[in-house]
């Protein structure tokens, strides 16, 4: 096994991890650890290249960093991406080795589940270090707690454009359809809101369609249909130059990470007349519940918390009516404000 560290300039630690015997091939990246360790989710993805694994894992734990300093969480930012097909290249060998990896930093970083992996990846990563979270006995699959803290967003960002409390009778464009846009599906049907949804897995869209009465939509139709809420919740950077003409929406609100492609798409849906919950405001219930669990797990108390997310989405609109600012900026300022009392 083969533990690199490769510096990259305003981050703690980064590190490349392989193993020929068991085909691991990984990034760590610790972003700050200003409010205490650096906890974020393992991600498993077919990278085509390893420097798109890099960038990825770069852009993750920076926004780990802002999610746990706007969430109040005495934790770091931290992130760790895993090249390969979770359906195919997922072994035990693989997680355990990565495991090993883990260990070797001292609880510098502690991991949890991300896109790819799961609440049993994280029971086996166990079995080989005792940084890790998420595990069968300490909260369990967060996903459920990431669409709850959605939900509230995106009342909150409702609250602010349609001045009403609620999501009932509102259309909402649900982009990816894996463990949180289900569950995000689940409770805006459950609260009355009309859903379009879509993912690159058919079978997940017939399920929402069957589910909870959904209308389906093409992926690449996902960006120009009319709703009052366009909610992403799969890959990253889909905001974009080439989506962002597309929006028929009041509303950006998703559970996705890194949402916007680069910051000054931001001040674009300002300027289009469109409210963004910037995603590591409105996603932070996973990492909550997760945090949860490293003391004694509160279901009851992780909820309340999750909860919060409404309340501070709207400090965030607060923020940027006062200062005239993007919500996207307003996050960041949010975020390194805290940061910076933490260090005083």
């Known amino acids: 096994m083969i533990i690199e560290e490769c510096p990259h300039a305003g981050y703690e630690q980064v590190f490349s991890c392989r193993d020929e015997d068991t085909g691991l091939n990984a990034f760590i990246a610790i972003h700050d650890t200003t409010l205490g360790p650096a906890l974020g989710g393992l991600r498993m993805y077919p990278y085509r ?13 920076r926004g780990m960093t802002y999610k746990s300093a706007v969430a109040d969480l005495p934790l770091g930012g931290g992130k760790s991406v895993l090249i390969g097909d979770p359906e195919n290249s997922k072994t035990e060998a693989v997680l355990r080795s990565f495991g090993r990896c883990i260990d070797t930093l001292g609880g510098h970083y502690i991991v949890a589940e991300d896109v790819g992996t799961d609440v049993a990846d994280m029971d086996m990563i166990r079995r080989e270090t ?46 990816g359809l894996g463990h949180v846009g289900m569950n995000l ?25 069957a589910e909870f009465g959904a209308a389906p939509v093409d992926p690449a139709a996902i960006y120009r249909t009319e709703c009052d809420i366009f909610s992403p919740c799969a890959m990253g950077a889909v905001i974009n130059d080439q989506t962002i003409g597309q929006l028929r929406t009041r509303i950006v609100a998703g559970s996705a990470n890194n949402v916007l492609a680069e910051e000054r798409h ?4 300002a300027e ?27 279901r009851a108390r992780a909820r309340r918390k999750v909860a919060a997310i409404y309340q501070t989405m709207l400090q965030v609109i607060e923020l940027a009516g006062t200062r005239h600012i993007s919500t996207a900026r307003a996050a960041v300022v949010l975020a390194e404000e805290k940061l910076t009392r933490s260090n005083h």
């Open 266 to 269: 931001g001040e674009m849906l």
């Open 185 to 209: 599906c689940m409770l805006l049907s459950l609260e009355g809101a009309m859903l379009t949804v879509t993912d690159v897995n058919p079978s997940l869209i017939r399920q929402a369609v």
């Open 130 to 175: 005792t940084f890790v979270a998420g595990t069968s006995d300490s909260g369990g699959d967060p996903s459920i707690h990431t669409a709850y803290g959605v939900q509230q967003g995106m009342r909150a960002a409702a609250r602010t454009v349609f001045g009403r409390d609620g999501l009932k009778g509102l259309t909402v464009a649900v982009q």
């Open 49 to 61: 290249q390893s420097a798109d694994a890099l960038t990825d894992v770069l852009r993750l734990a």
């Open 272 to 298: 289009m007349g469109i409210l963004y919950a910037p995603d590591f405001v409105v996603n932070a219930g996973g990492i909550i519940n997760v945090a949860e669990g490293l003391n004694g797990y509160n």
